[in-house]
């Protein structure tokens, strides 16, 4: 019996040993086996829009077949197309059609915001407002504050005209604004103010010492449908907030008349909400 137990415990380590190796070095042979009993049979790809979401991460990650791609690339997709690149006419033609436009509108609105450093361009038909495009400034200089003097780097506050259009100017294009304005010259002689300065433009690049710079692409947008509405039909607001959704009271001892022209930008800026 003694004898017995030696011979035991030897056949307990070989086996072991044993079973032990064919887990290292045949678990091509069990392991198909092991998933076929105890994970379940392999799923087959499925669109992403009937995926399963009951089943486990990892399996997701492994059949997850990505049909409907979108216009970016796509990391998990190699198949996904290239961002669309569309010409400045072609920019400018899905902005008026997303806006509701199969024709141009017979007026315009560009609404300058300072503190939110953007360019809302409104188009007008049958007394209804749309915005057709919004277009973030590329540099800003100045504060929030009327223009007062030459040199002051403001963008002005106010009113405006579009005078003349620019095709030759050395930031691409240019639409040059009507500042200063009536409103500016009369508060100027009232406190004894010369040399206002003028030159203010919206145009392209990335640069300002006082104009609107919106990038070259963008002007090129901005200055054809400008063009083909005409400049009588198109009116600049300039504003140093939004006060359609900001109330602010700006008050100025030095320059009492700031609260007579926030007032007027409130009442111009009021018809254009979106819907």
């Known amino acids: 019996m003694k004898n017995l137990i030696p011979h035991f415990l030897l056949f307990i380590a070989l086996l072991s040993l044993a079973i032990f190796a064919f887990y290292l070095f045949g678990k091509k042979i069990w392991h198909p086996y092991y998933e076929r009993c105890f994970i379940g049979q392999e799923v087959q790809p499925i669109p992403y829009e009937e995926k399963n979401t009951t089943l486990s991460t990892p399996i997701i990650e492994k059949v997850y077949i990505e049909k409907n791609c979108t216009q970016e690339p796509c990391p998990k997709c190699p198949t996904c ?71 002051d780097r403001q963008i002005p506050e106010g009113i405006y005209r579009i ?49 609107i710079p919106i990038g070259d692409d963008k002007i090129e947008e901005l200055y054809a449908l400008v063009k083909k509405v005409g400049l009588k039909n198109v009116k600049v607001i300039l504003s140093p907030v939004d006060f359609r959704v900001m109330t602010v009271k700006i008050k100025s001892n030095k320059h009492p008349w700031f609260e007579e022209l926030y007032k007027k930008i409130t009442k111009e800026m009021k018809p254009f909400i979106s819907k």
């Not at 809302?120 to 749309?130: A, L, P, V």
């Open 81 to 151: 197309p290239e961002p669309e690149k569309l010409t400045s006419q072609q920019e400018l033609f899905r902005h008026l059609a997303d806006g509701g436009f199969i024709r141009y509108p017979k007026k315009l609105t560009l609404i300058g915001l300072k503190h939110e450093k953007r360019l809302e361009i409104w188009g007008t038909d049958r007394s209804e407002q749309h915005l057709l495009a919004t277009y973030p400034f590329t540099a800003f200089s100045g504060i929030l504050s009327p223009k007062l003097k030459e040199g």
């Open 163 to 211: 005078d003349y259009l620019n095709p030759n100017s050395k930031f691409h294009l240019s639409m040059h604004l009507t500042y200063p304005n009536a409103f500016d010259k009369k508060m100027a002689k009232r406190e004894k103010r010369t040399h206002l300065g003028g030159e203010i433009m919206i145009h392209g690049s990335n640069r300002t010492i006082g104009c």
